[in-house]
């Protein structure tokens, strides 16, 4: 099994990180058959705080057939997220993924790429819910049915709403490419239990 990880300029390290740990802990140590291929736009993606990420693929060269989940960090604003998590080749990725109802999963504002790409349109999902809500405004704004809660699975969809939730997006996702025994194997091995 192979999970795209995709990473638009600015994501979050921690959420970036909990998929490598995660899926290479069940990899590694549990031999479960998960690889994670990194993808951007370019070859280097700076993220939140500048630090540079060499990444496998670049998003011309993925094949969505080689895949079987996406999996996005969320990012800052401020470190030009949006520049990268709206464009439309991104959006377009994001819709093969859903129309051959492989797993999409992301954390924090990733969320509003899903919305964006159309979706998300009268399904539910969630999004970052702190300082007044507006990210979950912002996605409401794309036809969501926004649910204040951790973590939102709808269908092939996994949804959360802030940097908190990004360890149990990552068993989430293990648990969808794996079962839920495996998954508790890895999460228990982790301290996480």
């Known amino acids: 099994m192979k999970v795209l990880l995709f990473l638009a300029k600015g994501f ?16 590694n140590d549990y031999h479960y ?4 291929i990194t993808c ?5 993606v700076s993220s939140t705080f500048n630090v540079p990420v060499i990444v496998d693929r670049l998003i011309d060269g993925i094949n969505v057939d080689d895949y079987d ?13 949006y ?7 991104l959006l377009d990725l994001i819709r093969k993924f859903d129309k051959m109802r492989k ?4 954390i ?8 964006k790409s159309g979706i998300l349109k009268d399904r539910n999902a969630t999004t970052y819910h702190l300082r007044g809500g507006y990210r979950q405004k912002q996605l409401a704004q794309f036809g969501v049915n926004v649910v204040n809660s951790p973590i939102v699975v709808d269908d092939n969809v996994i949804t959360s709403y802030c940097p908190e939730t990004a360890s149990e997006v990552a068993f989430k996702l293990l648990e969808r490419l794996t079962s839920t025994e495996q998954m508790q ?8 239990c």
């Open 103 to 106: 797993t999409i999963a992301t």
């Open 69 to 81: 989940a996406l999996a996005i960090p969320g990012g800052f604003e401020e470190f030009g997220f």
């Open 33 to 36: 058959d998960i690889d994670v």
């Open 12 to 27: 979050e390290t921690m959420e970036f990180s909990v998929f490598v740990d995660i899926l290479g802990w069940a990899r």
């Open 83 to 89: 520049e990268e998590a709206y464009n439309e080749k």
């Open 40 to 44: 951007g736009f370019s070859k280097t």
């Open 108 to 115: 924090c504002v990733a969320a509003l790429a899903l919305g």
């Open 185 to 192: 194997v890895v999460k228990e091995a982790m301290g996480f």
